[in-house]
């Protein structure tokens, strides 16, 4: 099990009104498309969060952009006492899987504002544990925006799942300045089994879990 002691480790395999913190009119856009082989994505999820809930007791959790349905339920089936709040990239809103879930809008390209955010909307504290799912996959070259200030928040520590949308294994820099644990980026079919390990074939997104300094 992933025992986020070193600079790496191994892993096996309340709730309010919808709060648009985005500004007062919804964007009513249609969603995104799911990505592709959404089963294996929310596969990869079911992984990543049983073991923050069960492994490390992780009970905050921000969505931010999971391009699949179903993220809060997941959270929340994993322990009774989980929160979650969603990152909802712009036009995405309908990707939501249930209406009882804390909103912020935006976050895409400028993680400024969500980060702003989430520090004075009172459902996160970042003096405990969290983790931030950032699983809508993005290209190696150009890595998710805020990661520096999203690691500074955390002064409680916490966890960052990534995925990749690139055909070779990535860079594990896209985790800077987070510590990346094994297997780093793998396929998210059989994450967290490295690729070598796998004959099967994959889908080509990458996916991986870093850990703060402070865990």
Same mark, same amino acid.
């Given at each position: 099990m992933l025992d986020g002691q070193g600079p790496s480790s191994r892993v096996p395999p309340s709730r309010g009104h919808v709060v648009h913190l985005g500004g007062r009119r919804q964007n009513t856009a249609p969603a995104q498309p799911p990505a592709r082989d959404a089963r294996a994505h929310q596969a990869f999820l079911d992984r990543v969060v049983d073991y923050l809930s069960t492994d490390r007791g992780v009970r905050q959790f921000i969505d931010w952009g999971s391009p699949v349905p179903g993220t809060a339920e997941r959270i929340r089936r994993a322990h009774p006492d989980n929160s979650v709040v969603h990152v909802a990239p712009h036009g995405t809103v309908g990707m939501l899987s249930s209406p009882d879930t804390p909103v912020l809008s935006g976050g895409a390209e400028n993680a400024e504002t969500p980060l702003r955010r989430l520090t004075t909307c009172g459902l996160v504290d970042f003096d405990e544990p969290v983790a931030v799912l950032m699983t809508r996959p993005f290209n190696a070259h150009t890595p998710p925006p805020g990661l520096t200030r999203l690691h500074s928040l955390m002064h409680g520590g916490g966890y960052l799942a990534l995925a990749v949308d690139a055909p070779e294994r990535a860079a594990e820099q =896209?985790?800077?300045?987070? =510590?990346? *644990?094994?297997?780093? *980026?793998?396929? *998210?079919?059989?994450?967290?089994?490295p690729d070598e390990d796998v004959a099967m074939e994959g889908t080509g997104v990458l996916g991986g879990l870093g850990r703060t300094h402070r865990n």
């Open positions: =896209v985790f800077d300045p987070f =510590v990346p *644990l094994e297997p780093g *980026l793998a396929d *998210l079919r059989w994450w967290p089994y």
